[in-house]
């Protein structure tokens, strides 16, 4: 399989990355300014990657989370199990650890997602959390839902948080939305966007 360069490294401004068996095709994106939530609706694709560069909460020790919703977005309340771990270091090159995360698994639970770990992101001028989702076959009539995530996120104690999460929504209806949102206060600021893969 030939390597593709990609001319413009800028996440934001790729549009289409050849890859072996589909392509990753950019849907949309959003910048948050102050916003409570950010939604987006679901189609057909196999997968959807969500990337989320430099997310920036309103509140100091926030939680980045999301939710679905199989009714067009009218209540996003889809039941999720999961399981989360983490890995977190210093600053000061203490606290070193690696940890199974009760806060953030959910067991047959309606309640949001967390994805950045447990209310941890620092509100600080150059704090935030970047990351990933992955959504796959959202649309299936047969299958669950299953996703996965990968954050890393300044804590609000000076201390990067390497985060893991993985699940599934419970359910055999198409998911057609899906909402990100903080546990508490405003995504201050930050973008988030959506590729599809067939």
Known sequence: MALTKLNNKAVANVTSIP?????????????????ASIEFSLGNYKEYKFFFVNMHPSVDGAEFQFN??????????????????NVMHGEDG???????????????STADQP????????????ES???TLTLFNP??????KHFVSSFNCVFLLDRS?????????????????????????????????MFGIN
């Open 115 to 126: 994805i950045s770990g447990s209310p941890r992101i620092g509100n600080g001028n150059d």
């Open 19 to 35: 890859v072996a068996l589909g392509d990753m095709v950019f849907i949309s994106s959003a910048t948050a300014s102050s916003s």
């Open 161 to 193: 948080i390497n985060a893991f999460v993985g699940g599934y929504a419970n359910t055999t209806s198409p998911i057609t939305n899906i909402r990100f949102k903080m546990l508490s206060g405003n995504i201050d600021a930050g973008k988030i966007l």
């Open 94 to 108: 203490n606290n070193g650890s690696l940890n199974y995360d009760a806060n953030a698994d959910l067991a047959q």
């Open 68 to 85: 679905l919703s199989t009714d067009s977005g009218s209540n996003y309340n889809v039941v999720k199990t999961s399981s989360a771990f």
């Open 129 to 131: 959390a970047s990351g």
């Open 139 to 144: 649309s299936s009539t047969t299958y669950v």
